[in-house]
């Protein structure tokens, strides 16, 4: 039986654990804003992207190809309508399938410029405006941009990078069990696609309804003035620029208490999240390679005061109104959140 025709299941890859937990929380709560994932070929980075929808349930992964035209991505005439009526027929492009789904672009990172500067005015807008031969069109362009790349390969230009909320560098280092593992379910499922998704059905169920349950939940997730302080502290420390960090933190800390079952956010919780939010936002020289090492982000941490009077006039007691933890304090409006998740 031919197993290419089958897509591996999102719960059996072996290891890559922060991958896995990236993409969950960008699935309770698409807002955050994406996940770029850097990490050497032949690391289950498009597997577990394309296993993604089945624990989703109505999503789906549209994805855009290196060798797309700018035709292709965005719309364009139908020169048959054109010539036989007269008339001029736009057909949409590959950001319209996007819409209210998730983008993946494998290798972003050698994506032609023209095309980059597409997905930056359609990431920033959530639209897609296109002018072609006196034809003016736009169409709803709201999705979750996924990047694959293999960082040996050329960087990302930081428009674009910083576009993205979350960032996981993954490699390809398993220990000898999961060696053995990996290579015991990948027989299997060459050997009957169909039995070993049969298998892992229950587990693809149960991550879809966990999924699910955390984001009806996600509205309900709040925090203390200390907590956000913590997070705010924490980016200061590490000398983040900008506030993009400072709300993918709070975002992904609200996404990961959600998943977790919790309606109150944990300085764990924001740790988790600052792991995810900030790699891709540390500053950097030219030709300079700068990481976020879980020394610094402890030093950073232990930083922080351990208790935190709220500012005059919050001092309602935050077990009943948490003073920065409604969810269009951080969130603003929801009609822009691009997927609709179901189990």
């Not at 197993?3 to 999102?10: D, G, K, L, M, R």
């Not at 980075?45 to 089945?54: F, H």
């Not at 302080?229 to 959600?258: H, K, N, P, Q, V």
């Not at 020394?295 to 208790?307: D, F, Y």
Request: negative net charge; contains cysteine.
């Amino acid at each position: 039986m031919n197993s290419a025709a089958y897509q591996y299941p999102f719960t059996a890859i072996v290891g890559q654990e922060e991958l896995k937990l990236a993409l969950s929380l960008i699935a309770v709560h698409p807002a955050i804003g994406g996940v770029l994932v850097s990490g050497e070929r032949g690391t289950a980075k498009t597997t577990a992207v394309r296993g993604l929808p089945a624990v989703l349930g109505d999503a789906r992964v549209i994805e855009l190809p290196l060798n797309a035209t700018e035709d292709r991505v965005v719309g364009t005439l139908r020169l048959g309508t054109l010539m036989k009526t007269g008339e001029r027929e736009f057909v949409p492009g590959l950001l319209a399938e996007a819409d209210g789904n998730m983008l993946y672009v494998d290798e972003i990172n050698l994506l032609e410029d023209s095309l980059v500067d597409l997905l930056l005015d359609a990431a920033a807008t959530g639209v897609c405006r296109v002018e072609r031969e006196g034809v003016s069109r736009s169409y709803p362009a709201r999705f979750v941009l996924i990047g694959t790349m293999n960082p040996e390969e050329g960087t990302l230009r930081p428009q674009l990078l910083d576009r993205f909320g979350l960032s996981v560098r993954i490699n390809g280092s398993l220990s000898r069990e999961e060696r053995l593992t990996l290579i015991s379910r990948q027989t299997e499922f060459e050997r009957d696609p169909e039995a070993f998704l049969a298998s892992w059905k229950p587990e693809e169920e149960a991550m879809a309804a966990r999924i699910h349950r955390a984001a009806e939940l996600y509205p309900e997730v709040d925090y203390p003035y200390e907590i956000a302080d913590f997070a705010a502290g924490i980016c200061e420390s590490l000398g983040i620029d900008g506030y993009r960090g400072d709300i993918a933190i709070m975002r992904t800390a609200r996404a990961a208490a959600a998943l977790d079952g919790r309606k109150r956010v944990s300085r764990d919780d924001v740790l988790l999240a600052a792991r995810f939010a900030l790699p891709h936002r540390m500053k950097k020289l030219p030709f300079e390679d700068v990481e976020l090492t879980e020394s610094m982000l402890s030093k950073a941490a232990e930083a922080q005061p351990k208790e935190m009077q709220a500012p005059a006039g919050d001092e309602k007691d935050a077990e009943e109104e948490p003073v920065q933890g409604s969810a269009d304090a951080i969130d603003g409006p929801k009609n822009g959140e691009p997927i609709t998740k179901k189990a």
